[in-house]
């Protein structure tokens, strides 16, 4: 047809394009044997590329191909044994039995080469109907209706059957045989996920006998409460260890500090041994320094203030460093009109002081005390130094950027460490006011001046037998402050009461009374002060540090406990000591430990929020992409595209093959934006983060990639059809349905080999490790091994990306279930996938993939509720497509199939998934019998690593650092 140009009518030029658009769509109407051919060439070609690729490297490089094998951390046997041939592979990672990939590589790897087992199971039934539906299909009779089907592919499909045929019967039979397989199989998949996942539970592990806990009340935000709360519940010997975390940003921040600097110090060391001169480099404020000596001193520094700070911060943790009130005070029954509550208010204060600045003479030595402690306290802690560094020079004069040096927050840089000295005043004469006692407490008081003096004279000495003194010093002096205030206040109320009881045995009774009182209030007013003394000390030293997070981990002792507490309600208070089952303690998230309920919530609303919105958004690319296997319909939306494939006619099938491979690819880029969303929701582990990305992925997968390429090519034109009348979406979908068969196979494809290349050939970790041996610090071993801004070594390999990875296997479950009756071709095609992607998801367990974390097969529970609902919409999109073709006889015999789904899913959701979540208490007592944990428990797994961290680090001694790199690090480069 004439191309319209120049000043011609608008109208007639779109009557035109309109016309030659319809002629062109009846050309090339069904055209999918080509396009379908054409993807079988390109994909099978590049697949079979791959895989002879990969099968002649893997022998050659087993140090990129076979990591688990020489990394001691990940070794495994099946790695290490490896006796694979050239092809052997494909067939013989079949042989390795379920128990050991669980064994060996985790029960999520377990779980997902069992999935993908599911998968290719269900397309063995999908090519079973196949045999007998394709010669229905390809021999229904002509009609009106089907007469311009003519493409191969498309009669075999149930759009080559024409309306209230009674071919029909064997689309209703067939989705009879698929579904109620499945239900079966999952069944018996279930029985084989139950024994896995107690054999999982089972095992002596720290988070199998552990509980999380939230929202905890403040009654219980310690570790001794904690645990004296669930004591109760069960008893004595149940609890083996309980924690609170605590606030801790400025242990963290020291903790980080002093690892940069041991890092720049082994550095330095390395140059020294590499290059014989020793580095210098130049401070903030200018002097020029050997970088060795500096980082020597500023890394015995740091280990003094971390474990200074971590000592405090167990005291704080075991509620041994403030002062306990019980310890000290006298017996209210010896003297009643002392029992009141000292921390009520400060009214105790101001009357006891009243009293005492009545002439009292037991005020010297109260006083001196506290000021004693209060000095020991300042002068102990204040310190100052130049923490601000230049870059480091190399020996050859340069000065460049050998180490990036981090300034360390100084209030005022000086050119050397100057402590304040601690000043002591002198007592008063105890002797005189308590008598022996008093001179007792005289003598303390000046040991204790003398420690003080020795501990401020030793913070300006350099030597490392002095700075090692310190931190037992600096505890010491504090439990000898508080001690001291303890006692001299002690002291001096029974000094009190018996001189005043002694006066009081000559003079009448009501004046006894009201000596008796007084003495009282000033004890009280000791006591008082003494406990406050050690909480202001406490204060002065941590500031805000050290307060509990409102959850915890409580460990028992007995499994068969530990599962109790996991399914009991543990207070009257909803959400209040919210329990849930803790993960294993590498794996927990101590960033989003502390978080709020109330927090939650809100994160959970803004996460869903956020969702939604991203899910509409998303609508837009899907549906271009899936617009572009079309063509025509291309064309009809946009004018620019109809110029285009008027002068370049090519492009047409070009585009129809890549728009499959754009969905594809930008699907990549789901799983970071919604791995981001996710962390509103406060997950305090990897395993939560993927059970809720694994939800959201599938999401998508489910109404972007299938249903809006399935409903219509254009985005806003299926969301004005399905707004102005929601009814119309079964039929949007029965018509599409028969004319997308051919494109999902696409994408199926197109994933399939995608992932081939990229977990098979590594190109994205061989470039990474590749950029790490020039990007970062590299003199040394255990520099190489280390990740630098986000470029991973070959011996430092990425976790299995679960929740991506089981979320597309959604996608090829959800087209199984729906064109395995309407274009019975489509199950060959997933039996191959499916096939290849447990030779190959198997291959890279046992060679690549680290086994921890391990969620212990979380996400196959939450793949088969997904499934389920995945059938039942399947079920209503054949029903709708069997009313489309007005099949009024095959309709009242398709009911009762979408009736027993509806049925299963209630019946299997009773209670399968729970008894697959816990161990049963049989099972747990023979393990309780067949072990003690406590035993085997090492206490002390869910303290944070901060407070777990060594109160002394040293750097390593200097290794070989000759630089001589490995053939696999030659063959990465060159």
Request: include cysteine.
């Amino acid at each position: 047809m004439e191309r319209v140009r120049g000043g011609a009518d608008p109208l007639v030029a779109g009557s035109h394009r309109h016309e030659r658009a319809l002629e062109e769509d009846q050309s090339t109407e069904f055209e999918e044997s080509e396009i379908l051919r054409d993807s079988l060439v390109i994909y099978g070609g590049l697949l079979t590329l791959i895989v002879l690729l990969f099968s002649f490297l893997r022998r050659r490089c087993p140090r990129i191909y076979n990591i688990r094998s020489w990394i001691d951390d990940l070794k495994t046997d099946l790695a290490a044994n490896d006796q694979f041939g050239f092809f052997s592979w494909l067939f013989q990672v079949y042989v390795v039995t379920d128990d050991e990939i669980m064994q060996e590589c985790g029960l999520d790897a377990a779980c997902f080469v069992r999935l993908i087992q599911m998968g290719y199971r269900l397309s063995l039934v999908g090519i079973f109907n196949a045999l007998w539906l394709l010669p229905v299909y390809l021999t229904a009779e002509d009609s009106s209706e089907t007469e311009s089907v003519s493409d191969r592919v498309v009669r075999t499909t149930v759009a080559h059957v024409p309306s209230s045929s009674p071919r029909l019967y064997a689309t209703v039979i067939a989705a009879y045989i698929l579904f109620g397989y499945t239900m079966y199989y999952t069944l018996e998949e279930f029985e084989w996920y139950t024994e896995m996942r107690h054999k999982f539970l089972r095992r002596p592990r720290a988070r199998h006998h552990t509980i999380f806990c939230r929202n905890i009340p403040k009654e219980y935000q310690s570790s001794e409460s904690l645990s004296e709360f669930f004591k109760q519940c069960f008893s004595d010997d149940a609890v083996l260890e309980a924690t609170v975390p605590l606030q801790i940003p400025n242990l963290s921040r020291l903790v980080a500090q002093r690892s940069a600097t041991l890092a720049k110090l082994e550095h330095a060391v390395a140059i020294l041994g590499r290059k014989g001169v020793r580095p210098r480099h130049i401070t903030v404020s200018g002097r020029n320094v050997d970088s060795i000596d500096h980082f020597t001193r500023r890394l015995d520094e740091q280990n003094h203030s971390v474990s200074t700070r971590i000592a405090l911060l167990e005291e704080v943790s075991k509620g041994g460093f403030k002062s306990n009130i019980a310890d000290i005070e006298v017996s209210s029954s010896e003297y009643p009109d002392m029992a009141l509550d000292p921390f009520e208010s400060e009214a105790v204060i101001d009357e006891s002081n009243q009293m005492t600045e009545g002439g009292n003479e037991n005020e010297g030595l109260l006083t001196k005390s506290i000021s004693s402690v209060f000095s020991l306290v300042a002068g102990s802690f204040i310190q100052r130094d130049d923490y601000s560094d230049g870059p480091l020079d190399e020996p050859t004069g340069r000065n460049g950027g050998v180490v990036e040096i981090d300034s360390l927050p100084s209030p005022e840089p000086r050119s050397e460490t100057r402590t304040i000295p601690i000043e002591f005043e002198e007592s008063a004469d105890l002797e005189q006011i308590g008598g022996e006692e008093g001179l007792k407490e005289n003598e303390s008081l000046s040991l204790l001046k003398n420690e003080g003096r020795a501990f401020s004279e030793s913070l300006d000495k350099p030597e490392r037998s002095n700075r090692k003194s310190i931190m037992s010093r600096s505890i010491g002096t504090v439990h000898k402050a508080t001690s001291m205030a303890t006692k001299a206040s002690t002291n001096v109320a029974k000094s009190a009461v018996t001189n005043v009881a002694k006066g009081a045995t000559f003079a009448a009774s009501n004046v006894a009374r009201g000596a008796t009182f007084a003495a009282s209030n000033v004890a009280m007013t000791a006591m008082v002060s003494a406990s406050k003394v050690s909480s202001i000390a406490q204060s002065m030293i941590l500031g805000e540090e050290g307060r509990p997070y409102s959850s915890g981990f409580v460990t028992f002792s007995k499994l068969s406990t530990a599962n109790a507490a996991l399914q009991m309600v543990q207070h009257t208070k909803p959400f209040a000591i919210d329990i849930i089952d803790a993960p294993a303690p590498q794996d927990v998230f101590w960033f989003n430990i502390g978080r709020e309920h109330r927090d939650l919530q809100i994160g959970m609303i803004i996460s869903c929020a956020l969702t939604g919105g991203l899910c509409l958004l998303w609508t837009v690319p899907m549906s271009f992409f899936a617009s572009l296997s079309n063509a025509s319909a291309v064309r009809e939306d946009f004018d620019w595209l109809d110029d285009i494939f008027d002068r370049y006619p090519k492009l047409i099938p070009l585009l129809e093959q890549l728009a499959p491979f754009l969905v594809v690819i930008f699907n990549t880029i789901l799983p970071n934006i919604l791995e981001y969303i996710t962390m509103f929701e406060g997950p305090f582990s990897s395993g939560r983060v993927a059970a809720s990305l694994f939800v959201k992925l599938s999401a998508f997968m489910i109404i972007q990639t299938f249903f809006v390429s399935a409903i219509s090519g254009s985005v806003i034109q299926a969301i004005n059809a399905i707004l102005a009348d929601w009814s119309q979406i079964i039929d949007l979908l029965a018509n599409a349905l028969p004319a997308q068969g051919t494109y999902f196979m696409q994408i199926l494809l197109v994933s399939t080999t995608t992932s081939a290349g990229m977990e098979l050939l590594r190109p994205i970790p061989i470039a990474s490790a590749a950029l790490r041996t020039y990007i970062g610090p590299n003199l040394t071993e255990k520099e190489r091994n280390k990740s630098y801004m986000g470029l991973r070594p070959l011996c430092d390999p990425k976790e299995f990306e679960h929740a991506d990875y089981t979320s597309q296997l959604v996608l090829y479950f959800m087209c199984l279930f729906v064109f395995a009756v309407i274009s019975p071709i489509l199950p060959v095609i997933t039996a191959f996938c499916f096939a290849f992607m447990g030779a190959m998801f198997r291959q890279q367990f046992i060679h690549i993939y680290p086994k921890f974390p391990d969620s212990g097969g979380k996400l196959w529970a939450n793949f088969i509720q997904i499934m389920l609902s995945c059938m039942f919409i399947a079920q209503v999109t054949i029903f709708g497509l069997l009313g489309l073709k007005k099949g009024v006889k095959q309709l009242p015999l398709y009911i009762p199939l979408m009736c027993i789904t509806v049925l299963f899913n209630l019946y299997i959701r009773q209670n399968h998934f729970r008894v697959a979540r816990y161990l049963p208490t049989r099972e747990c007592l023979k393990a309780d019998l067949a072990r003690d944990f406590s035993t085997i428990f090492e206490r002390g797994a869910y303290v944070q690593p901060q407070l777990k961290a060594d109160k002394e680090v040293q750097p390593d001694s200097c290794p070989s650092t000759q630089g001589n790199m490995t053939d696999e690090e030659q063959f990465i480069l060159h």
